[in-house]
């Protein structure tokens, strides 16, 4: 769908739900990894590249009439399956509102309408999506053009502290910084990233498995939980920097701390792989790593699902060049390299 189809729907929705008509309307694509997954935290460098799906967010001052005026107040299009979803949601935006507020931003009380053609839990970035609409919406409210690196920050402070989910940066970078079919390569410890074109002779797919998860779930915390613990053992900074000399004193950990670590590790090292094949137009060499990286993610990581394992070997039995889990995993989709 067009991000302008969306755009009509989050304004349509805003007049219905508050009587008048948003003020100010500001969108952000959801984004894809290619490769590089879950070692953003770690300090590793990744690839990910922006989506055509967007969210968009419409917005309003709020009034100071009627009992609720206190409060910011929102609504969305996924908000209807059962109370507890539908209360849910909110986090994401209340968060962004509180962050930017304490960052020092004089935002008003807001009215918000959001509506999206990024699918909730597919791996996606939705959340990221719907953060940084409401910072742009939110900041374009008071008349401010913020810097990409700016919204980022305060939009992973708020997905930390309001949602509970300890995200690395990746997510909210590329959708701050990326437009619709640019990737970017990412420096996650400097904070510093570059655009990445692709080879005219790939092409990228996302399939979407319909199992969706939730990272706020625990899984995720759980395993950058076990990440730091290997980098606190190892004594380095970040564990994606761990010097190839010293990657046999991983052997020494714990057996599952080790197993998070040799994925961190190994799937760093993809990473400038796959940045070298690009940049050489090795395309199959590129695929190469992807089946790598997903074969790390399902079993040192222990992120995938068996649905997403099938359509990786559907991918690779119709002759993809390279697939594999993409985001958090504990479902969503898969990323897929073909030759064009």
Known sequence: MAASDVGLRARHLFQSAFGEA?????????????????????????????????????????????????????????????????????????????????????????????????????????????????????????GLAVEPRTIA???????????????????????AHAQSGEALHLDCAALQSSFVSLPDTMRIEVIDSGVRHALSDGGYAERRADVETATRKLGVGYLAHLPRVR???????????????????TEAARVHDAMRALASNDIEHFGALLFESHQSLRDDFEVSVP??????????????????????????????????
């Open 22 to 142: 948003p003020t100010v309307v500001a969108r952000a694509s959801g984004r894809v990894n290619l490769i590089g997954d879950h070692i953003d935290y770690a300090g590793g460098t990744v690839l990910p590249m922006a989506l055509s799906a967007h969210t968009v967010a419409a917005a309003g001052a709020l009034g100071m009439e009627g009992v609720d005026a206190a409060v910011d107040q929102f609504t969305s299009e996924w908000s209807g399956a059962t109370k507890a979803d539908s209360d849910a949601w909110k986090r994401y935006p209340r968060g962004v509102l509180d962050a930017l507020r304490e960052a020092g931003y004089q935002i008003p009380l807001l009215k918000i309408a959001l509506a999206s053609d990024v699918p909730v839990g597919a791996g996606l970035s939705s959340s990221a999506a719907l953060e940084v609409s409401v910072a742009r919406a939110a900041l374009l409210s008071i």
């Open 153 to 175: 920050l305060i939009c992973q402070r708020a997905e930390h502290v309001s949602a509970g989910v300890p995200c690395g940066i990746m997510d909210q970078w590329v959708v």
């Open 307 to 340: 649905e997403l394992d099938a359509l990786v070997t559907r991918a690779r039995s119709d002759g993809a060049l390279g697939a594999r889990m993409t985001g958090g995993g504990f479902g969503g989709s898969i990323v897929v390299a073909w030759r064009s």
């Open 247 to 265: 990657w046999p004193e991983i052997a020494e950990l714990a057996p599952r701390i080790a197993r998070r670590a040799r994925h961190v590790v």
